[in-house]
């Protein structure tokens, strides 16, 4: 019986064997199973060629993504042909089963969601198996049982049958080439979707629902977002899907999640979502087929302490892509700039050394959000630097991606000795701003051609009452902190929140307003959001006369230089 990591140790030894045997094909059969027209679970067979001493491992999903037991989604594993038992193993996900020595093996089971109702705002991005009435939505990290000892680039095929007239099918395992390691990153849907195609940029968009924008809007700009990303880095247009799940959630609620695939993206959104925070939430996942991916990856332990250089950079490019796919004006990118740079103020970690990233990433929302603003506000500054010297930070991201080709490991390492090799002096940029955490400040003249960054001190910006909190408790309002100005404006814990009416998060100096209900009766509370102290908060103005060859300038500073390309 041999292990996943022995085999993946293994294949690089094949190469030096004359006429090795290919590894052999696993395939998977979904069928949805009804019953009085409703969905109760997806049939999954698998068939796959057994080990060669006649006992093979299966591996049920486990943990991905934050959510743990993904096993218990698998239902009713049974042996087809192929193999005479099937046992435990020791591990939870783990079976054991004996057959002849390479036998054919056909297994199958159930998939069915493991939890309750629909998916919902509250729960987060929904990567547990979804089997509702009408549709399934299914992670191959979460769904898929797979031979424990088939090597990482065993060939897949993945085909659906049984689909009820008018059911959709879509998923990014319907194209040749796969392997066992791209199966488990993918997203698998079916039932009321709409699938439409854009055969230009070889993109899918599998979505369900009534949103506030139409289909084809939403198609077309995603393929603008694919396109500007592949211009950059000068790969064909390979296939590529996007599945839009919408979540339920509280009266004005407002979620956007999703998670970035081999070759898909797999959003989560409440109904009420801007088309443009899905845009630029596919603008950062799509961004990742490359970074880290394709510049160094990232090591096993603490990867959290190097996610200043593979989500800092990667929003850095985001808002570049987005510039200089057209999609972004200079005023969406100051906009989107401004937020970030008003959230890294407010940010009570923002002096919090690299260590604490490490440390508390996945337990602390404000420790997550740093690592994103410290690696664009760097690479900012970075580029700036390049630009005065008739270069930009993407010929670091070319020559990153070159060296990773050549066998270079870790992206910071690369980045590390792309950087010089460029001309990009990072002195103790490292280690002042990322490993000691000393405060950012963007220089008045980064982008000079653009306008200029000022800096000011505002108040502390605080609604009033712990936002967390209350939407935890189903709306009703707690935390409320008699000593500011929501109390005074007749804010009280147990009231019901409605919805926000005016205002702006994060901005102290504007009224904010927030309908509640008390008891019977619907009040509207209007105030500052002021809260404790104050701090320096930086801003992109742009210049009022942003036209002519200055505009074309201010494009070519934000958008990188177009000249400039990869190998």
Do not use: K
Request: proline share 5%; charged share 25%; aromatic share 8%.
């Amino acid at each position: 019986m041999r292990s996943l990591i022995q085999v993946a140790a293994a294949v690089g030894a094949l190469f030096f064997c004359i006429g090795a045997a290919a590894p052999s094909r696993i395939d998977y059969t979904l069928t949805p199973r009804l019953e009085n027209g409703a969905l109760q679970a997806v049939q999954i067979d698998l068939m796959f060629r057994g080990d060669a001493d006649g006992e093979s491992d299966l591996r049920l999903p486990d943990a991905w993504g934050g959510q743990n037991e993904l096993w218990r989604g698998v239902r009713e594993l049974e042996i087809v042909s192929g193999a005479t038992s099937l046992r435990p193993g020791e591990q939870p996900n783990r079976r054991v089963i004996t057959h002849r020595p390479d036998a054919r093996i056909h297994i199958r089971y159930r998939v069915v969601q493991d939890w309750d109702g629909v998916p919902r705002a509250e729960l987060g991005n929904t990567y547990r198996a979804t089997i509702q009435p009408t549709y399934f939505h299914l992670i191959g990290n979460a769904a898929l049982v797979t031979p424990g000892g088939a090597s990482l680039d065993a060939p897949v095929r993945l085909r659906a049958r049984g689909l009820p007239r008018g059911w959709a099918f879509a998923s990014d395992l319907q194209h040749r080439d796969l392997t066992l390691e791209r199966a488990w990153s993918s997203v698998i849907v079916g039932g009321d979707f709409r699938i439409l195609r854009d055969p230009r940029s070889n993109l899918r968009l599998a979505i369900r629902g009534e949103w506030s924008f139409a289909d084809r809007q939403l198609l077309d700009q995603a393929s603008g977002i694919l396109a500007a990303h592949r211009d950059f880095w000068g790969d064909p247009a390979t296939p590529y899907l996007v599945t839009v799940l919408q979540l339920a959630g509280p009266e004005g609620a407002l979620s956007v999640g999703g998670t970035g695939l081999d070759d898909a993206f797999a959003f989560f959104a409440t109904p009420n979502a801007p088309q443009e925070v899905i845009l630029r939430t596919l603008a950062h996942e799509s961004f990742h087929t490359w970074i880290s991916g394709q510049v160094g990856g990232l090591p096993q332990e603490d990867q959290a302490s190097q996610y200043w250089l593979s989500e800092g950079f990667t929003d850095f490019y985001t808002a570049r892509s987005l510039v200089r796919g057209g999609l972004w004006t200079p005023q969406q990118y100051a906009d989107d700039l401004n937020e970030a740079l008003t959230a890294y103020a407010q940010s009570p970690v923002r002096t919090a050394p690299n260590s604490r990233i490490t440390a508390d990433y996945w337990n602390d929302r404000d420790v997550q959000r740093l690592p994103y603003l410290r690696g664009r506000f760097l690479a900012m500054i970075w580029d700036a630097r390049l630009r005065a010297t008739g270069r930009s930070f993407d010929a670091v991201a070319y020559e990153m991606r070159r060296r990773a080709r050549d066998g270079a490991e870790y992206a910071v390492e690369v980045f590390r000795a792309a950087a010089p090799a460029i001309g990009l002096d990072l002195g103790t940029d490292v280690e002042t701003y990322v490993d000691d955490g000393v405060a950012i400040f963007l220089p008045e003249d980064l982008l000079a051609p653009c306008g200029r960054i000022t800096t000011r001190d505002v108040p502390a910006f605080h609604r009033g009452f712990d936002i967390e909190a209350t939407l935890a408790n189903d709306s009703i309002i707690a935390g409320v902190d008699p000593a500011l100005p929501a109390y005074a404006a007749g804010m009280r814990n147990g009231m019901i929140l409605v919805r926000r009416e005016a205002g702006e998060i994060g901005n102290a100096e504007m009224e904010i307003a927030y309908v509640v209900r008390d008891g019977d009766t619907e009040r509207t509370l209007r105030y500052m959001p002021r809260g404790y102290g104050q701090y320096a908060v930086q801003r992109l103005e742009l210049a009022p006369d942003l036209e002519g060859a200055r505009l074309a300038q201010c494009l070519a500073a934000i958008g990188g230089e177009v000249g400039e390309h990869a190998d």
